[in-house]
């Protein structure tokens, strides 16, 4: 067996002791048949974002056979229904192998797969957010020789009783302990849920946020991913927001991954780290340690794209009430070395070359490891009202375009977005006037991905009624002058924040 898969909890990779990207379908068969698996499900995300399913019962090895080979047909009107006519509306959904987990839910054994979907001529399904993402991280390798890795970071509000002991700081909660957490549990659970159907996670901990209100308790958690190929990154997120929300509801506890859920208090982000790979090897950062000329070009592509960017990442009005100053979440439109007032932040990577395990603990001999794989850089814009796979694909489109500028422009551009200070504070005003603003509702943001909609959809990236339907999406709020109105009527936020709560 391979040593990364010795310890891994997904149950089918444990079991077949090979890598998911090498699964066949006898692997899968035989699986089956050893694990006494009774029910298959099919599982993808539609236009709303969220996981949809196929249930199947096994009825016989053939008939197994037949739905792991042929997949079926499903209404893409009901699923897509910006993009598919009820006249035309049949897709395929065919199960991707390598998706393969056990339902940590459900009684009846039951092996579940993402799929992709096809269309009558039996061509991928090009409004499909998963297809739109594969052509995108296929024109990145193309343009550039280099992969475009990804992980993201889900921020959330759990709900539930307050107990009035040991009462939390509002506002407090970062890294914050039992019993001062009370649901910290909860989050252990759900990251031992997510790891069984292949996430990769890199820890949980709980977030700032916590107040208690009409007698309940509001604590905001985080649970942060591993790197991966972005198809991966994607169906981790997805699939985690899916294992949360059904564990809250069995714990009979309320979860929201909304982006703002009440004035004053922190909002939840979906923050994307980014890095660049070639050969296998992390080229995010250089020889020297510091930034490679790579990364501050893809960097300087986000910079460019950023306002546009907002469409796919900020799909609701909620989401423009967390964009706002002092809520360490970004407003301009910048980049910085561990800023967190920065829309694009490059966090410590492990580069000073020192041995910090050594000098933690002197009885261990000091030794000289690579860790230059570790070094991202994060886009802070996004949250959980996006469509994952166009949001991932959205950042890499600006990634590449950052990588075929002219070299001196991309550097030139990165070199002006970028900011050592906190810019939300009143000494460095001047500063903040010289650059620009991220949109403030989403007709904004559509106006924005409107102007430069011919980039995303160049080498076939994003359909153009893809676009078509995205910004028809974001119009239909007609939110231009939701912040005058708030002013007027407060509660009309609450209402909002009502409305979408369980988005994403």
Sequence with gaps: MRKDLELCPNEVVAWLKKSPRHFTKEDIISFVKEKEIQMVDFMYPAEDGRVKTLNFSINSLEYLETILSEGERVD??????????AGRSDLYVIPRYSTAFVDPFCDIPTLCFMCSFFDGEANPFECSPFATLTRAAEAFRRSTGLEFEAMGELEYYVITEAEGLFPAGDQRGYHESEPFAKLNDFRRECMHHVAKT?????YGHSEVGNFTLDGKIYEQNEIEFLPNPLDTAADQLLLAKWVIRNLAYKRGLDVSFAPKITVG????????????????????????GKLSDYALRAIAGLMKMAPSITAFGNKNPTSYFRLVPHQEAPTNVCWGDCNRSALVRVPLGWSTGRD????????????????????TFEMRSPDCSADIYQLMAGLCVAARIGLEMREEEALAIARDKYVDIDIHKAENAG???????????????ADCLEKVRAIYEAKGVFPPRMIDGIIKALRSYGDDDLRQRLAVDPTLMQALVREYFYCG
Excluded: W
């Excluded at 893409?76 to 993009?83: A, C, R, Y």
């Excluded at 208090?265 to 020297?288: C, Q, Y």
């Excluded at 910090?356 to 070094?375: E, I």
């Design 76 to 85: 893409g009107s009901s699923l897509f229904p910006s993009f598919v006519e």
């Design 198 to 202: 292949g996430g990769q996670i890199k």
């Design 265 to 288: 208090k922190a909002g939840s982000g979906m923050h994307i780290h980014m890095r660049l790979m070639k050969d296998g090897r992390n080229v995010t950062l250089g020889a020297d």
């Design 356 to 375: 910090m395990c050594h000098l933690a603990n002197p009885a261990v001999p000091s030794s000289k490891r690579d860790t230059t794989h570790k070094q």
């Design 431 to 445: 500063r903040l006037e010289t650059l620009d603003y991220l949109p403030a509702s989403c007709r904004k943001s």
